[in-house]
């Protein structure tokens, strides 16, 4: 193997060096520059990123926080609205409630008006009925009619004697 003879040793230890300066050249002014500086614009652009996630953090937690806020107004407003809304309609339903009781008792008192004139109307019948039946009854027992005025007068004491 020619590599293992010693006697070509110093022409491959020539070329060994040279191909190690060339790269080493290569390498110092070409790649790790440009290595360098790709590294760099790496390094700006995360920073860049980090600051503008952190901007944007802030921004949200501040949004957040305005929505909560907004979030509690606006519940606040609904209860009140929503008690308003029930305390109008208790107030509206207790009108209501209370006409309607207005109501019932106008027809409530019109209707014992109208019961008690039927009662006195039915009263004034039954007096008019038992006056001619009683008439014909003591006509047909002692074959005589009887004095009107005496015939209405007991009738109506016998009728007050009832309803009182």
Do not use: H
Not at 35 to 42: A, E, T
Not at 75 to 96: F, G, K
Not at 107 to 128: D, M, N, S, T, Y
Request: aromatic fraction near 4%.
């Amino acid at each position: 193997m020619p590599q293992l003879d010693y006697t070509t040793f110093p022409s491959q230890l020539f070329w060994l060096l040279v191909t190690f300066a060339v790269l080493y050249v290569l390498m110092r002014w070409l790649a790790l520059p440009r290595l360098g500086r790709v590294i760099d614009n790496r390094r700006q652009r995360l920073e860049a990123d980090l600051a503008r996630a952190t901007e944007l953090k802030v921004q949200a937690e501040t949004v957040l926080a305005d929505y909560q806020k907004a979030l509690a107004t606006a519940r606040d407003e609904a209860q009140a609205t929503l008690r308003q809304a029930s305390e109008r309609l208790a107030a509206e339903a207790a009108e209501r409630q209370r006409v309607l009781a207005e109501t019932l008792a106008q027809q409530i008192a019109a209707a014992e008006r109208r019961v008690a004139e039927a009662k006195e109307e039915a009263l004034g019948e039954i007096r008019a009925i038992a006056v001619e039946i009683g008439g014909a009854a003591v006509e047909k027992l002692t074959g005589t009619a009887p004095d009107a005025a005496r015939l209405a007068a007991a009738v109506d004491t016998a009728l007050g004697a009832r309803t009182a």
